[in-house]
């Protein structure tokens, strides 16, 4: 019971920090240390990125009291280790569970050797892997877009009723409801998870996860750890609960601690009572360290991994027909070899984006792309006066912003396709592009061989914002597109200087003097969008 309820407590805590990151504008430092907490995430981001991640303290301090707990954090703490119970509890399995696992045990390390092997050369694959990053993409992407769009159908339910008693408020209120690429992948995810639960117990914990892995290897002996004494009668009974074969079916009194989740299901169903954690007799022989076990694992996994970055940061992972454009990244983005390194696919920022422009991207120019949250306009514009991708990001694949140093994080540059353009192709007025832009880096001229005056961008002006792409009223595509053209992507040092030193013009046009501001006129159109550049 007790143990039920530190699990419950966790995952609604974990739930409480992910819902304050995608609702509200709270600080997200303990919700990016909680995702930190899980090694799978952090290590290999270290060595991906060749120097020291904030995400890497909070692993640190889990692997090093892994000699005193062994894996507890993934019975008692894990938010996937308490989605997997939960779906467990739901398949109601009733048949005898002993099962040794063997060689299948084994597979989480060849897991972690291919995250740290493309590691090695600055690609992340932490997104095939980390609970933490796997558990923040189904809850953040799936689950919330689904309970966001119940909310709003219920609030469409009872609209009418609130109309007849003046209740404003509920007549008026809104719910955003989000939509997510890759949102069949994490369907895929759910499916497999709660088929999962059919076919074993605990079957990811004990047979796929990295992170567990690398708990298991800081586990061998542990300070707390299930002791069996002399009183035990051989009944079977803790070899057949245990959820994940730590068990040996030979010797009950054998405990693979490496495995043992510190549950207490064996201690809770032993009728002698000769099952403790603390204290009291040990076993009389202790298994093989778990490294001792998972080398060849290791390297067979790291070579893996390394092959499939080679292959994946190569020309020949790219698209060789049709290819899609090159990504724009999140205002902040650092430069793109650092970010695969760097970005482990939690889509922290894509939940949390408040006008949904963030999107992780199934189509990449090459397979190290995929996953990778990009800025999509197409979805919605990416607000100016918006950091909160960066406040999430646990490991400083974006760069955390605010002020001046926001605005200067130009994403791209906007690009006009003439054959596509109202104005250009059809010869008709059409001024949208001018009208949304928040930076006025759109103008019009009078072209000697069009009836209308048409649309250019001032490049220097233009923060690659969308909200011109978001609003053009051609669509698929749009007439005017951002590409990441021209984007300030920095690891280090000021927005704002480099900006200006490469000749950049970026401020709200709300910030802009007034006689700044070219005016003209072009007969039979508004003033006020009919700007002539000088």
Request: net charge positive; with cysteine; glycine share 10%.
């Amino acid at each position: 019971m007790i143990r039920r309820t530190i699990q419950t407590v966790s995952l609604l805590a974990f739930l409480g920090l992910l819902a304050a990151a995608i609702l509200t504008a709270a600080d997200a430092t303990l919700f990016t240390f909680v995702l930190g907490l899980d090694p799978a995430l952090s290590l290999p981001t270290a060595i991906g990125a060749r120097t020291f991640v904030p995400a890497l303290l909070p692993a640190v301090v889990l692997l090093a009291i892994g000699p005193l707990i062994g894996r507890g954090f993934c019975g008692w703490v894990c938010p996937m280790g308490t989605t997997v119970d939960g779906l467990d509890a739901l398949a109601r399995r009733r048949a005898p569970r002993r099962q040794a696992g063997g060689t299948a045990r084994r597979l989480k390390y060849a897991v972690l050797g291919a995250l740290l092997g493309a590691a090695l050369l600055g690609l992340s694959l932490v997104h095939l892997g980390s609970p933490m990053a796997l558990m923040t993409r189904l809850y953040g992407l799936l689950i919330y877009p689904l309970l966001a769009k119940a909310a709003d159908g219920a609030l469409a339910l009872v609209r009418p009723l609130a109309g007849l008693v003046d209740l404003h408020a509920v007549t008026f209120a809104t719910v955003r409801t989000p939509t997510f690429d890759t949102t069949l992948f994490l369907l895929v995810l759910a499916g497999g998870l709660a088929a999962a639960a059919f076919a074993a117990p605990r079957l990811w914990c004990r047979f796929l996860c990295p992170a567990g892995a690398l708990l298991a290897l800081a586990a061998w002996r542990p300070l707390i750890r299930r002791r069996v004494d002399r009183r035990c009668g051989s009944c079977a009974l803790c070899a057949d609960v245990c959820p994940v074969g730590a068990i040996d079916v030979a010797n009950f009194r054998i405990t693979r601690h490496e495995e043992c989740l510190l549950c207490g299901t064996c201690q809770d169903v032993c009728p002698k009572s000769s099952v403790s954690f603390l204290g009291g007799d040990d076993e009389a022989e202790t298994p093989a360290p778990a490294f001792a076990e998972a080398r060849r694992h290791l390297l067979v996994g790291g070579l893996a991994g390394f092959g499939v970055a080679a292959f994946g940061l190569s020309g020949a992972a790219a698209a060789p027909v049709s290819a899609p454009p090159a990504p724009v990244r999140p205002p902040g983005a650092v430069p793109e070899a650092d970010y695969l390194a760097r970005c482990v696919r939690c889509e922290a920022c894509v939940a949390a984006c408040p006008t949904n422009a963030l999107q992780p991207l199934y189509a990449a120019r090459r397979l190290a792309g995929v996953f990778t949250p990009g800025l999509v306009p197409a979805g919605g514009p990416c607000d100016p006066h918006c950091a909160r991708c960066g406040e999430v990001c646990p490991t400083g694949a974006i760069r955390e912003l605010a002020g001046d140093e926001r605005l200067w994080a130009k994403t791209g540059t906007a690009e006009i396709d003439l054959e596509r353009c109202i104005a250009w192709a059809d010869g008709e007025r059409c001024m949208v592009c001018d009208e949304v832009c928040p930076f006025d880096a759109v103008v019009f001229r009078l072209e000697a061989d069009r009836p209308v005056a048409v649309p250019h961008v001032e490049a220097a002006r233009c923060a690659g914002c969308g909200y011109c792409e978001n609003a053009c009223p051609v669509k698929r595509p749009a007439a005017i597109r951002v590409t990441p053209r021209d984007a300030l992507r920095l690891a280090a040092g000021s927005y704002v200087t480099e900006g200006r030193r490469r000749g950049l013009d970026i401020a709200l046009e709300t910030q802009r003097p007034t006689d700044a501001v070219p005016t003209g006129g072009v007969e039979g159109v508004a003033p006020g969008f009919d700007r002539l550049a000088p």
